[in-house]
């Protein structure tokens, strides 16, 4: 098999056999074997992405041909990237869960495989069908997830979540058949003839006038800033961080928003890039106006669930006003700090997990002084969190630096905007820090244990992965360099 069949359909299997498990150490172990698994094909694939190694990349099944669709699975220094992310990110969130108790547990891993399936679907089709179709796979078993195994609020904020991703799912549903009627005919190898054709390629060549592209523009546009999500789009996003599961919020925050980021890029820019560029300035404005406004409410935020969804934001709003600039230092930035934003704040969520477990508290101000009682969690906690404002030698400084280089010199008004970001995210993630570790412990935080060895592990893992793409970036810049300035050579 390839590296993408195994990718898609490893965690495919695995979630399937997970339901039939019975008992909840079986499912737990299973998931996190099958996650290893998984991490190290990813892995592995790095070391045969070259041009000769083509055929283990690629792979295409005849299905739907009257349609024009195909199985199509590639990978290319993008989808490796992303690939790699969620493989890496699996693993650890399960460690970093494995000693909460959770009930009807094989239910959960499987569901958690299925969604981890749907991901890697996502980042390997080349087909707009089975696009859609893996899209709809990472996002179903998320909602039962968050609906099931959320807290007390969650039915509220699993609707919201709902509502908003169905419909942007639905708009582009709406944007994929109609670019579909304007593709040209396909004949498949044993000679069947299909009148359109929904391979990506295809969809980069159809034939679509500026006015088209305009409306197109925003159906797409719309169904991927919800997944990021952007200002406006953005409102389910705290809620459902709040109310989901420990382990679905490290996935929604971060693998899944990448999915909007990559839709912007794989299937936006290249398919309506004239549309893409009338209406850069216009997303320029909201991501900025995003950054502003995320980062104020996470200022004043004493949940410490909501503050991290609100960085969050902040973040991804950064990283799509990079997209939307359209220069090559902006576009390679923002595609480096995908990969940094998703290991540092998969780290902030399993710092909050290890927390909340022992605690039991989201309050800020009733936490402190737990620097005391647990100084390895401190310590990992410190550098996560210096990791999220961006300090140089972490992995968060590069992207950064990069994506507001590139933003000013398209306009310089929004990068220094942008850049009041910085100090806001200093000083809500140090005020943050010094709230929960120091200062003196209470009634909540006199029991806190510190954490065990598998946990000092999972956030080793992270810690590692920040420093060293930090101080040594060059290999995230070589695996996508040649589809960033691909992208931008269709956009000119």
């Known amino acids: 098999m390839t590296f993408p069949e195994l990718l898609v359909w490893l965690p495919f299997v695995a979630g399937i056999l997970c339901f039939f498990t019975g008992k909840e150490k079986a499912a737990k172990t299973l998931a996190f074997l099958a996650s290893i698994v998984v991490f190290v094909v990813s892995l592995t694939s790095l070391c045969y992405s070259d041009e000769q190694y083509f055929s283990y990349n690629n792979v295409v099944y005849y299905w739907l041909k009257y349609l024009g669709s195909s199985i199509f699975f590639s990978l290319d220094g993008l989808s490796r990237l992303l690939t790699l992310l969620t493989a890496l990110a699996y693993p650890l969130i399960i460690a970093a869960t494995w000693r909460r108790k959770i009930k009807n547990a094989p239910a959960f891993f499987g569901l958690m495989l299925l969604a981890q399936s749907g991901i890697m679907g996502v980042f390997t089709a080349q087909d707009a069908l089975l696009f859609y179709f893996f899209w709809e796979l990472a996002l179903i078993p998320v909602y039962f997830l968050s609906s099931k195994w959320g807290d007390e609020r969650r039915i509220q904020a699993t609707f919201k979540f709902f509502v908003y991703t169905f419909a942007g799912s639905l708009l582009m549903l709406v944007g994929i058949i109609y670019v579909y009627l304007h593709t040209a005919p396909r004949t498949f190898s044993d000679g069947t003839y299909a009148a359109h054709s929904f391979l990506l390629s295809s969809f980069y060549n159809a034939s679509l006038s500026g006015a088209e592209q305009t409306w197109l523009f925003w159906l797409f546009f719309v169904a991927f800033a919800i997944k990021m999500p952007v200002f406006p789009f953005h409102s389910w996003q705290p809620d459902v961080y709040d109310q989901a599961p420990a382990p679905v919020t490290m996935v929604l925050s971060g693998i899944m928003v990448k999915m909007g980021l ?29 950054i502003i406004y995320a980062s104020c409410i996470a200022l004043v935020q ?25 220069n090559e230092l902006s576009i390679k930035g923002m595609m480096f700090q995908m ?10 969520w399993m710092v909050a997990e290890l927390l909340e477990r022992q605690v039991n508290v989201r309050k800020m101000s009733e936490l402190g002084g737990i620097a005391k009682k647990a100084p390895a969690l401190t310590i990992f906690a410190v550098i996560i969190g210096l990791a999220n404002l961006a300090l140089p030698l972490t992995n968060s400084f590069v992207g950064e630096f990069m994506m507001l280089s590139g933003l000013f010199s398209v306009n310089k008004w929004y990068a220094a905007i942008a850049t009041l970001s910085v100090i806001l995210v200093s000083v809500y993630t140090l005020k943050m820090l010094q709230k929960i570790f120091y200062g003196n412990t209470n009634a909540a935080t006199d029991h806190v244990k510190d954490i065990s060895i598998d946990e000092k592990v999972a956030l080793s893992i992270v810690v590692v992965g920040i420093i060293i793409t930090g101080v040594f970036p060059q290999p995230v810049f070589d695996l996508t360099s040649d589809v960033a300035n691909w992208i931008l050579m269709k956009l000119t």
């Open 262 to 290: 990559y839709g912007v890029l794989r299937w936006l820019l290249p398919v309506v890039p004239l549309a893409s560029v009338k209406f850069a300035h216009v997303v320029m404005v909201l991501s900025v106006i995003g």
């Open 302 to 326: 004493d949940n410490l669930k909501k503050l991290i969804a609100f960085s969050s934001i902040a973040h991804i709003g950064l990283m799509s006003a990079a997209i939307f600039s359209f």
């Open 339 to 348: 990969l940094a934003h998703g290991i540092s704040v998969i780290g902030l």
